[in-house]
């Protein structure tokens, strides 16, 4: 049988000796956020296939890397390309890089994604702080036998995704004067966009956004106690909504729009989180 707890430590191990501090933040970037990375002092990039055990990302315009360095003088590591359950990956797999991160010493996570707007009153380009989120995969990441040194076997979700983070991200929209709205993410597995009737059926359920990842990711964190704040970038308007078609061109055309915004409230997050 695998032995995860070595396959972590594995991986750790050889991101530490690379680079050689402790990472206190970490962060997934979603579509269009992975200009972070460029802004990070002191980077050392490590490429996916280079890390033991690691998987590789297939998807387009998702590359592939662990980039580590001080943002804000705070030690970060962020992934550059997530892993996603449609590329055909099991949720243990997708969030393997959570479970190294907690293992290099990171306390809080930063998940960000693109998301289609379920709420009749999102707009294209705004951003959405995730309060809740439902799992419409079908499948945990926690399935299978739980190792009590990573995490308990029943974890509590009560507060996936940290009040006390939510508020500090409040201040900073306030700061730098961006509405921010929240909701309810609820994931998918995708890769198909949703029909009309599945977002009616999400909106029934009480979801504002959809999405194809991130969840797998949260759980993972809570179940190894990692604080998350989660961030939505609402890229389109769900199916149905409008009498138009969906367009993945249309999802990164928005992102990229949104993208100094976003930045500036990842920024100011890492700053003060
Ligand atoms: N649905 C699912 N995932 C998405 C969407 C959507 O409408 N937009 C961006 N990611």
Same mark, same amino acid.
């Given at each position: 049988?695998?032995?995860?707890?070595?396959?972590?430590?594995?991986?750790?191990?050889?991101?530490?000796?690379?680079?050689?501090?402790?990472?206190?933040?970490?962060?997934?970037?979603?579509?269009?956020?992975?200009?972070?990375?460029?802004?990070?002092?002191?980077?050392?990039?490590?490429?996916?296939?280079?890390?033991?055990?690691?998987?590789?990302?297939?998807?387009?315009?998702?590359?592939?890397?662990?980039?580590?360095?001080?943002?804000?003088?705070?030690?970060?590591?962020?992934?550059?390309?997530?892993?996603?359950?449609? +590329?055909?990956?099991?949720?243990?797999?997708?969030?393997?890089?959570?479970?190294?991160?907690?293992?290099?010493?990171?306390?809080?996570?930063?998940?960000?994604?693109?998301?289609?707007?379920?709420?009749?009153?999102?707009?294209?380009?705004?951003?959405?702080?995730?309060?809740?989120? #439902?799992?419409?995969?079908?499948?945990?990441?926690? #399935?299978?036998?739980?190792?009590? +040194?990573?995490?308990?076997?029943?974890?509590?979700?009560?507060?996936?995704?940290?009040?006390?983070?939510?508020?500090?991200?409040?201040?900073?929209?306030?700061?730098?004067?961006?509405?921010?709205?929240?909701?309810?993410?609820?994931?998918?597995?995708?890769?198909?966009?949703?029909?009309?009737? +599945?977002?009616?059926?999400?909106?029934?359920?009480?979801?504002?956004?959809?999405?194809?990842?991130?969840?797998?990711?949260?759980?993972?964190?809570?179940?190894?106690?990692? +604080?998350?704040?989660?961030?939505?970038?609402?890229?389109?308007?769900?199916?149905?909504?409008?009498?138009?078609?969906?367009?993945?061109?249309?999802?990164?055309?928005?992102?990229?729009?949104?993208?100094?915004?976003?930045?500036?409230?990842?920024?100011?997050?890492?700053?003060?989180?």
């Amino acid at each position: 049988m695998v032995n995860v707890k070595q396959q972590i430590q594995e991986a750790s191990l050889f991101i530490e000796n690379k680079i050689g501090f402790c990472p206190e933040v970490g962060l997934i970037l979603g579509s269009g956020l992975g200009i972070l990375a460029d802004l990070v002092e002191n980077a050392i990039e490590i490429p996916y296939h280079k890390i033991p055990n690691f998987p590789v990302s297939t998807v387009e315009g998702h590359a592939g890397k662990l980039v580590a360095g001080q943002v804000k003088g705070k030690n970060v590591i962020m992934m550059k390309g997530r892993f996603h359950l449609y +590329e055909g990956y099991d949720a243990q797999v997708t969030t393997f890089p959570v479970r190294v991160m907690k293992a290099l010493g990171v306390e809080k996570l930063v998940v960000t994604n693109a998301a289609g707007g379920v709420n009749v009153d999102f707009d294209p380009g705004e951003l959405m702080l995730i309060v809740d989120h #439902i799992n419409n995969l079908g499948t945990n990441p926690l #399935i299978g036998p739980n190792d009590s +040194e990573l995490g308990e076997r029943f974890p509590d979700m009560s507060e996936p995704y940290s009040k006390r983070l939510m508020k500090l991200a409040y201040k900073v929209a306030e700061k730098e004067g961006f509405n921010l709205r929240e909701g309810v993410y609820m994931a998918s597995l995708g890769p198909t966009y949703e029909t009309p009737a +599945e977002v009616r059926l999400a909106r029934t359920l009480g979801a504002d956004a959809v999405g194809m990842s991130t969840v797998p990711e949260v759980i993972v964190a809570r179940h190894a106690g990692i +604080e998350v704040l989660g961030i939505s970038c609402i890229t389109n308007k769900a199916a149905g909504i409008l009498d138009q078609p969906l367009s993945h061109d249309e999802v990164v055309e928005v992102a990229e729009r949104v993208k100094p915004t976003f930045l500036n409230l990842v920024l100011g997050m890492i700053e003060k989180m």
